[in-house]
C-alpha cells in the first residue's frame, strides 16, 4: 500500500545526542514537510523540501537539519542545538504546485515521538 | 499572507450531541479548504475538502460548506459519537501552517 512510513515510532535520546528520524514515502510526491507537535498545540513547520536536493527553512528550523537525496526520503536530524527536542514530530509529502506552493491535500506518517532523558 | 482561525478548544459534547467548529480563512485567489483529523497518538488524516466557493465536502457524517461570502469552512455534524472524539485542524492547500486545533471530547 501507498503512504508514509516514520521510524522510530519512539525514540530517546540522552542531552548532548544528535538523533535522526526517517521518513520514507512511496506515493510519488515531490514535496515532504516536517512538522513539531507539542502537547495540546498545533502543528508548528520545522523545514520543507519541493524537489529533490532542495529544502527550505519552516518556522522553527533552529537546531535541526534535514537532506532530500531521494524522492522518497526526507530524514530529520534533531541536533544537539535543539534546546527542547522533546515533542513528537510529524512527517508529510504532497503532490507539489508551482509557485513553491502545494496544491492538495497533505498525507501524513504515523509520528516519531522523542524523549530527551 | 493567507491564514486560517479556527475556533479554539476544548469542545465537550455528550454522544448525539450537533457539533460546530468555525473556521475563517483570509487568502488572496480560491484556495482549495481542508478539514484534517487526529487521533489520539497518530498522524492527521483528511476528513473532508473543498475547493470552490459553495462546495460542501462530506464524509464520515461530518460537512463543511466553502463559503466565499463570509470566508468560512465551519464544520459540522448532526450527531456525534465518542468515536469522533479527536483534534480538528482546518487548513489551507497554499499554506503549509496549520492552527492550533479544535480538541473535540464527546462522553457517552
Known amino acids: 500500500d501507498g503512504g508514509i512510513t516514520q521510524s522510530p515510532k519512539y525514540l530517546f535520546r540522552k542531552e548532548g545526542q544528535n538523533v535522526t528520524l526517517s521518513c520514507e514515502q512511496n506515493?510519488?510526491?515531490?514535496?515532504m514537510y516536517w512538522y513539531r507537535q507539542d502537547p495540546g498545540q498545533g502543528l508548528r513547520l520545522i523545514y520543507y523540501s519541493q524537489i529533490v536536493n532542495d529544502f527550505q527553512k519552516g518556522d522553527i528550523a533552529e537546531g535541526y537539519s534535514v537532506s532530500r537525496e531521494k524522492k522518497e526520503s526526507f530524514p530529520l536530524t534533531v541536533t544537539s542545538a535543539q534546546k527542547n527536542p522533546t515533542a513528537f514530530y510529524l512527517c508529510a509529502s504532497s503532490i507539489a504546485g508551482s509557485g513553491g506552493s502545494h496544491t492538495g491535500e497533505l498525507f501524513f506518517g504515523e509520528g516519531s515521538r522523542l524523549t530527551v532523558l | 499572507g493567507n491564514s486560517v482561525t479556527q475556533m479554539e478548544g476544548p469542545v465537550t459534547l455528550s454522544e448525539e450531541a450537533f457539533l460546530t467548529i468555525n473556521c475563517t480563512y483570509t487568502?488572496?485567489?480560491?484556495?482549495?479548504l481542508f478539514w484534517y483529523v487526529q487521533y489520539p497518538g497518530e498522524g492527521l488524516q483528511l476528513l473532508l475538502k473543498?475547493?470552490?466557493?459553495?462546495d460542501k465536502g462530506s464524509n464520515k457524517g461530518f460537512e463543511a460548506t466553502y463559503r466565499k461570502e463570509t470566508t468560512s469552512f465551519h464544520l459540522e455534524k448532526g450527531s456525534v459519537q465518542v468515536s469522533d472524539s479527536a483534534v480538528y485542524f482546518c487548513?489551507?492547500?497554499?499554506?503549509?501552517?496549520f492552527g492550533a486545533g479544535t480538541r473535540l471530547t464527546v462522553k457517552p
Open positions: 487568502a488572496t485567489g480560491y484556495p482549495s
Open positions: 506515493l510519488n510526491h515531490d514535496a
Open positions: 473543498a475547493t470552490k466557493a459553495d
Open positions: 487548513a489551507l492547500n497554499s499554506d503549509m501552517r
